[in-house]
C-alpha cells in the first residue's frame, strides 16, 4: 500500500526523468509550439499568504504549490519521491541525512544549498515567528549543516512520519535572500510573512509575476526549472471570484479554464454543456460543526454529543450534496493512513440526545451563533444544522463572514459554534489528528475547538512516536474512539473533490488533500 511505503521510507532514491526535442528547442528542451498559453484558474477566495510558512488554508497551497519546490514530494502515486534532496535517509533512529541535488536555481538566481535548507527548518519552527505550519516540524531539534550538499535533520524522538511532513507544503524552501529581507524588514516593524507574500522566490515550476489583492496572482513559466520535465503553460493566473454562479459563467463562455470548488448542486449544470465537465476524485478531506469547547454550554461534553446526535448525515450528503459525500464515523477519512472502520460512532438518536441536554441542565435549549464563510454548501449546510439543532430547542443564528475573518476568528477562540474543514494533506494520521486535537495546537494551528485533553495527548504522542506501524494503527484507533466519545467537533462528511474544467485543457490532477499539481496542465492543440 502507498501509505505504508511512506511511512516505512528509509531510503529515497534520485530518479531521473527527462526526454529531449530533436527540433528548434530553447534552453528549456522544448519548443516554443509545445508550451501552452496561459491558464486561467478561479477559485472561490483569496490566498493568505505566497509565503510557505505563513498559511496553511486551502487556496494558498493551490497557488504557492506552483512557485515552490520542496525535499521530497508526493507524487501521482502518492509515494514519496525525491525533490531537492536527491536522497533522504534515515542513518540514526532520531537523525534523517538529506542530500541535495547539485546546481538548482531559485528564481532569484541563487543556488539551493544546505545552509538554505536550515534557515528554512529553523525559521518555520521559530516561535518569534509564530508560523501555522510550525506544528509539522515541532518534533525537529536541530538541523545541522555537514557540507554544502548534506544536512542532518535531528528530532527529538523516532518519528516515522518526518518524510510525509517534508513534504507538506509547510516544507517548501525559500530562497536565502527572500528569507534574510523578511527578517530585515521584522526587524523593522513589519510583521512576519508580509515580504516574501508580496515578493514569493521558490524554485518551483513557475515563478511569482504579478499579484493584486482580492483580484488575482499571475505565475509564469520557470524556463530554467531543474527538472527535465518543465511545466507545459506559459503562465497560470488565479483569479478570485467568490460567486459560485460567476465561476461557472465563466467557465461556461471560456473565461476560466478551471474553477474550484464546484458545489455538488451546480454539477449537472457543468455537466450538461458540451464545453465543460467535472472532474471527480476523493479526497483526504473532513468536513465538521466545530465547538468552541471553552464556552459554555459547549464546555459540556454531553451537549457536544447531543448536537452530534441530532444532525441526521445522509439527509444533509442527499439533501445539500446530491448525494457526492462519504458520511464522516470520525475524524480520518478513508484515504488516510490510520483511519479505522472500528470508531464508536455517535448515531443519531432525537431521543438520546434530549436526554443529554436534560442531564447537562439545558433541556430547554439556549441561543447561540454558527459562524461560517461563503464557501461551496456552506451556507445551505449552515441552514440545514440550523434546522435540525431546533428538536433540541437550540435557536441558532447564522453569521456568515469572508474567509479571512473567519480563520482569525476561530483561530482566537471568538467563536461558538463554527463551519469547518480539515483536509489530512500528508495522507498520515498524525497530520489528521495531531494539529486539530492536540492541546498544544490550540487556535491557528488547528484545534480551532481548543480541546484541552490529557489523554487524548498522550495517545497522539505515543503514535507519533512509534515506529512499529501495527503499533501505530492500534494507538490510532484507540485515540480516535476517545475523540468521538469526547466530541469536540461533530463529524459531518468526507467531501469529493469537485473541479469544473473546460474541455479545452488537460492533463489537470488533485492531491485528495485538494491542492492541485498544475506542472502538466495545458491548453489542447497548442
Known amino acids: 500500500m502507498h501509505l505504508l511505503l511512506i511511512l516505512s521510507v528509509i531510503v529515497i532514491l534520485a530518479a531521473c526523468s527527462g526526454g529531449t526535442v530533436e527540433q528548434d528547442q530553447n534552453d528549456t528542451g522544448q519548443t516554443d509550439e509545445q508550451v501552452s498559453g496561459d491558464i486561467q484558474i478561479m477559485l472561490g477566495s483569496d490566498p493568505v499568504s505566497l509565503d510557505p510558512h505563513g498559511a496553511n488554508d486551502g487556496t494558498s ?115 536565502k535572500e527572500a528569507i534574510e529581507k523578511d527578517n530585515e524588514a521584522i526587524a523593522n516593524g513589519e510583521p512576519p510573512f508580509a515580504t516574501i507574500n508580496e515578493h514569493p522566490v521558490g524554485t518551483g515550476p513557475f515563478k511569482f509575476d504579478s499579484k493584486e489583492h482580492g483580484v488575482s496572482v499571475k505565475v509564469v513559466r520557470n524556463d530554467r526549472y531543474w527538472d527535465d520535465e518543465k511545466a507545459q503553460s506559459a503562465s497560470v493566473t488565479f483569479k478570485t471570484i467568490p460567486e459560485d454562479f460567476t465561476r461557472i459563467a465563466e467557465l461556461e463562455t471560456g473565461g476560466a479554464d478551471l474553477i474550484y470548488p464546484v458545489s455538488p448542486a451546480d454539477v449537472g449544470q457543468i455537466e450538461g454543456s458540451d464545453q465543460t465537465y467535472v472532474q471527480q476524485s476523493k479526497s483526504s478531506n473532513l468536513t465538521y460543526l466545530g465547538f468552541n469547547n471553552e464556552v459554555e454550554p459547549f464546555n459540556k461534553k454531553e451537549v457536544r454529543q447531543a448536537i452530534s446526535m441530532v444532525i441526521h448525515k445522509e439527509n444533509l450528503i442527499n439533501g445539500i450534496l446530491d448525494g457526492i459525500a462519504l458520511p464522516a464515523k470520525g475524524p480520518l477519512a478513508p484515504t488516510v493512513f490510520g483511519y479505522s472502520e472500528n470508531i464508536d460512532q455517535l448515531e443519531y438518536d432525537v431521543e438520546q440526545a434530549k436526554a443529554l441536554m436534560k442531564e447537562a441542565g439545558y433541556e430547554e435549549g439556549f441561543e447561540t451563533t454558527l459562524l461560517t464563510y461563503e464557501s461551496g454548501a456552506n451556507a445551505d449546510l ?72 490529557e489523554d487524548i495527548d498522550k495517545l497522539l504522542q505515543q503514535a507519533r512516536e512509534e515506529i512499529d506501524v501495527d503499533k501505530r494503527l492500534k494507538l490510532y484507533e484507540d485515540v480516535q474512539n476517545l475523540i468521538a466519545e469526547e466530541a469536540p467537533i461533530a463529524f459531518l462528511y468526507h467531501s469529493e473533490l469537485l473541479a469544473g474544467l473546460h474541455e479545452g485543457v488537460e492533463d489537470f490532477w488533485q492531491y485528495p488533500s485538494s491542492i492541485f499539481y498544475l506542472k502538466d496542465m495545458k491548453k489542447k492543440n497548442h
Open 61 to 175: 497551497l493551490y497557488v504557492m504549490s506552483t512557485m515552490y519546490d520542496k525535499l521530497v514530494y508526493l507524487n501521482k502515486d502518492l509515494e514519496i519521491t525525491p525533490g531537492l534532496a536527491e536522497s533522504l535517509e534515515q542513518i540514526e533512529d532520531t537523525v534523517w541525512e538529506a542530500k541535495l541535488r547539485e546546481n538548482v536555481e531559485f528564481h532569484d538566481g541563487s543556488i539551493v544549498d544546505a545552509e538554505t535548507i536550515k534557515m528554512n527548518l529553523d525559521r518555520v519552527r521559530d516561535p518569534e515567528i509564530a508560523s501555522p505550519v510550525s506544528f509539522l516540524y515541532e518534533m525537529i531539534e536541530e538541523v545541522e549543516v555537514i557540507d554544502p550538499l548534506t544536512v542532518h535533520i535531528k528530532t527529538a524522538y523516532p518519528f516515522a512520519s518526518l518524510p510525509a511532513h517534508l513534504a507538506h507544503p509547510g516544507g517548501n524552501i525559500i530562497s
Open 382 to 453: 449552515a441552514v440545514f444544522i440550523q434546522s435540525e439543532l431546533k428538536q433540541l430547542g437550540i435557536d441558532v443564528k447564522i453569521d456568515t463572514i469572508e474567509t479571512g475573518a473567519y480563520l482569525d476568528a476561530t483561530g482566537e477562540g471568538e467563536s461558538e459554534m463554527f463551519i469547518g474543514s480539515w483536509g489530512t494533506v500528508t495522507l498520515d494520521a498524525d497530520y489528521g489528528l495531531y494539529p486539530m486535537f492536540h492541546s498544544s495546537n490550540i487556535g491557528h494551528p488547528g484545534n480551532r475547538s481548543f480541546l484541552q485533553n
